[in-house]
């Protein structure tokens, strides 16, 4: 089967899409911009020759770019083309569809309520948006959402006879990752990853750990690992520095963008993903999300990924196949009591890996497609 896949931002998340298809026999072209291209050649490296790339320089005009789709798809006949992230251009996206009438498409909703509920404040590009994404929900017969918990959501919102999937947006792959984690230095290494972003974690928690953790003296260190696109999360960083001048546990980035051999090679390194998450979070044109409900966080895909136990909110909703890894808290404390356990008895730690390895289990690609013969065995 010919296979075609878009992607303009999460080429974390494109990643798992591209090599869900790739079984021995489609033929895989991706559509990308940029940016996204030299991240893909990180996470691809000599395996990036397998499918046909048409890239969007940065300069292009975004239209252009869809019509260039239209006319490859067209080309090239493909006969199912997955649309994993669309933030712009709705209308234009969906008139796409409407064209590509014998193409099967399949559209990600990374965030469900931004396309049902209307912006709270009145503007001109926010009714646009609005608009331009009611279209995309009409126009469009099948959906992906990342999130298991985020189906029943989108079912409530749309009609029975459009289809849902759920392909998170990772899969584990346990040759490429490191499951040597243990703790016989008795020294903890804990990563908060994902941009630098105020609307989506609660730095003030970040800093009251670290505060917590000097006054108890533990050997735990913390890494913020994420670039800053934001005013507010430049903010964070420039507190981060003032911060190193006085201790050394705490490890951060200074850029807006983390090349991805870095960032798995933290990942990798850490005891423990710790995702201080708001559970209402407000990304685009005022409308209200909820974490783990009508919006998944990408460090749920980390934490599948590489295999490694994680630390959530007490409220926070997440994968069935994920809790028996994870640490539910309600305040900084809890975490602090929760390190001090593993410093005085680090053969628990290698329980708690290998559940946390057991979890990703259930998102091997075999496993994956397995839950989703609906686009997998047509």
């Not at 404040?121 to 995309?136: E, F, M, Q, T």
């Not at 630390?311 to 602090?336: G, H, Q």
Request: aromatic share 12%; with cysteine; charged share 25%.
């Amino acid at each position: 089967m010919n296979i075609g896949v878009f992607e303009t931002i999460h080429f974390e998340g494109a990643y798992p899409i591209i090599k869900l298809f790739d079984n021995g026999k489609n033929k895989i072209t991706v559509f990308t911009y940029e940016n996204c291209f030299h991240q893909f050649k990180f996470l691809f490296a000599h395996d990036l020759v397998k499918y046909e790339w048409l890239i969007k320089n940065e300069a292009a005009n975004k239209n252009a770019f869809i019509y260039k789709i239209l006319s490859e798809v067209k080309k090239r006949k493909i006969e199912l083309l997955y649309l994993n992230t669309v933030s712009n251009n709705y209308h234009s996206y969906s008139l796409l569809i409407k064209i590509l009438k014998g193409v099967r498409v399949i559209i990600t909703l990374h965030s469900i309520n931004s396309y049902f509920i209307p912006p709270p404040a009145w503007s001109i590009k926010k009714i646009i948006r609005s608009n331009g994404k009611k279209w995309l929900i009409k126009s469009a017969n099948e959906f992906n959402v990342v999130g298991l918990d985020m189906t029943d959501i989108l079912r409530a919102k749309i009609p029975l006879h459009k289809k849902i999937h759920c392909l998170p947006g990772a899969v584990f792959e346990k040759e490429k990752i490191s499951t040597k984690r243990n703790l016989e230095k008795k020294e903890i290494k804990i990563v908060v990853p994902g941009s630098v972003d105020i609307r989506r974690r609660n730095y003030e928690q970040v800093f009251d750990l670290l505060k917590k953790i000097n006054a108890s003296n533990l050997p735990v260190t913390v890494t913020i690992l994420g670039g800053a696109y934001f005013a507010e999360g430049k903010q964070v960083i420039q507190r981060c520095k003032e911060y190193a001048k006085q201790y050394d546990n705490l490890k951060y980035y200074d850029t807006e963008v983390v090349d991805q051999p870095e960032f798995d090679r933290i990942m990798n390194a850490s005891h423990f993903v710790w995702s201080p998450l708001l559970q209402q979070t407000f990304l685009e044109d005022g409308i209200m999300e909820e974490y783990g409900s009508t919006v998944c966080s990408g460090n749920i895909f980390d934490i599948i990924k590489h295999a490694v136990p994680f630390i959530i909110p007490r409220k926070l909703r997440t994968d069935k196949f994920l809790e028996s890894s994870a640490f539910r808290y309600e305040t900084v404390d809890n975490i602090i009591n929760y390190l001090k356990s593993f410093l005085v008895y680090p053969q628990l730690y290698l329980d708690l890996q290998n559940k946390a390895i057991e979890n990703s289990n259930n998102y091997t690609i075999e496993c994956i497609r397995d839950r989703n013969p609906g686009v997998f065995r047509i």
